[in-house]
């Protein structure tokens, strides 16, 4: 198995020139997929969706892009990472231990990302004990003056 970074992308139209980057790099066409949709996701349905996986404030443009290379070692994370930098990269994930022919469907990357968020277990707050009482005391009067 193998490892992949995701990265999420303002546009479209960004497509050719990171796979261009992604290529000029050393990353093979066959390690690395622009996923392209036909029909129009609305904006909000989008930030929506954002939100809810990464717990984000950011609003996504109409045409957002994603892309995920597939890596095996340090160095190619670090080139792919910095090429997604490069291109303004809204958010970037990755994902270990992951087939890539699983990563293929933006649908099952959207169920491996939102597992990942549900599994983050914050750190609770410090919970202050209070001390041991004393129990009754002498200052109790059980109906007797």
């Known amino acids: 198995m193998s ?3 995701t990265g999420l992308f303002k546009s479209q139209s960004q497509s050719t020139k990171i796979s261009q980057d992604l ?3 050393g990353v093979p066409e066959n390690n690395f997929i622009v996923y392209l949709h036909d029909k129009p996701i609305s904006k909000e349905v989008k ?3 954002w939100q809810s ?3 984000d404030t950011t609003v996504l443009e109409d045409e957002s892009l994603v892309v995920s ?3 095996k070692d340090a160095e190619t994370k670090e080139k792919v990472s910095n090429i997604f930098d490069e291109n303004d990269c809204i958010h970037q994930n990755y994902i270990e231990n992951i087939k890539f022919k699983e990563a293929q469907s933006l649908q099952f990357l959207k169920k491996i990302v939102a597992l990942r968020a549900k599994a983050l277990i914050y750190s609770s ?3 202050k004990h209070h001390g041991q009482n004393g129990g009754i005391n002498s200052e109790v009067f059980f109906g007797k003056n």
């Open 53 to 55: 996986f990464f717990g």
């Open 47 to 49: 930030t929506s969706l």
């Open 3 to 5: 490892s992949i970074i």
């Open 69 to 71: 290379v597939k890596v």
């Open 125 to 127: 707050p410090e919970i």
């Open 23 to 25: 290529e000029d790099a």
